[in-house]
């Protein structure tokens, strides 16, 4: 059968709007497909900045969502011991807590803004070395340890230069080469993990423009930002000292968190 817009079209209409925008939202909607929630939308009168409204409302409570498995509900981790729990979602650290708290409000923050900060933090100094003359990026490194029963991927990003990067991603392959292999999952995830990071200790020559990596970095920094400013807001709402409260929560805004290092994505394997 061939899946024409035709066919998405008919398709559509026998679902109602929350489900096609929650369908827009999640990204895995083939062109076609896309494009012909979009026309049975219209239909429904939901375009312009209807349709806008209703995106970011449906990212947002996707961003919402808990999954009924022991997986942290922003990087999939197992949390099976010492969940983080938030407003009816498990969390496997603060770190992801905070970070799905931000990426809810930086679905509201322009494309454009991201990219235009984004290009700001390449040339700022480097927050590890502190010079200026090597483009900041949100490099990444991979790593793996064995331990008796099993092994622990992770895998993070960290905002610093490319000289920084690549000496920590070359670090992370060392780390990887020697305590990964002891077990068998290790076995597997230590060659995998030591290429990565090899790879990535080159990758980001040759970039004239942010990767996704530190465009993601640049919308929670507005997205940290905003949530100061709300927060200072509405303190100075009841608080006569509020104004000096709101100008400290929006400098420590700005200034990222010490850990650094992303728990982006925890896989043990047992
Ligand atoms: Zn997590
Ligand atoms: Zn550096």
Redesign the pocket.
């Known amino acids: 059968m061939k899946l024409t817009r035709e066919f998405f079209v008919d398709e559509f209409r026998q679902v109602d709007n929350e489900t096609l925008l929650q369908r827009i939202v999640a990204n895995r909607l083939s062109d076609v497909a896309r494009e012909a929630a979009a026309f049975v939308l219209a239909e429904r009168g939901v375009v312009g900045e209807q349709l806008e409204r209703d995106l970011v409302g449906a990212a947002k409570s996707s961003i919402r969502t808990s999954s009924v498995t022991n997986q942290c509900d922003h990087c999939g981790a197992s949390v099976a011991l010492g969940a983080v729990h938030d407003e009816g979602q498990k969390f496997c650290n603060t770190i992801c807590l905070e970070r799905a708290r931000l990426d809810e409000i930086g679905i509201e923050i322009p494309g454009n803004a991201v990219r235009d900060h984004a290009r700001s933090m390449r040339f700022a100094p480097?927050p590890?070395?502190?010079?200026r003359d090597?483009t900041v990026e949100a490099p990444a490194t991979y790593t793996v340890v064995s331990y008796l029963t099993g092994a622990r991927s992770d895998s993070g990003t960290a905002i610093?230069?490319r000289?920084?990067g690549a000496r920590h991603a070359r670090g992370a392959a060392i780390v990887c080469a020697l305590v990964g292999w002891w077990s068998l999952p290790g076995l597997f995830l230590t060659p995998a993990a030591i290429v990565q990071n090899l790879r990535e200790s080159r990758r980001l020559d040759g970039h004239h423009e942010p990767t996704p990596e530190l465009m993601l970095e640049a919308r929670r920094a507005l997205a940290r930002r905003l949530l100061a400013e709300r927060r200072g807001a509405a303190s100075a709402a009841w608080s006569p000292r509020a104004p000096r409260r709101a100008r400290a929560a929006r400098d420590s805004a700005d200034t990222p968190p010490q850990r650094s290092r992303d728990a982006g994505r925890r896989s043990p394997c047992r």
């Open positions: 480097c590890r070395c502190g010079v090597n610093c230069c000289r920084c």
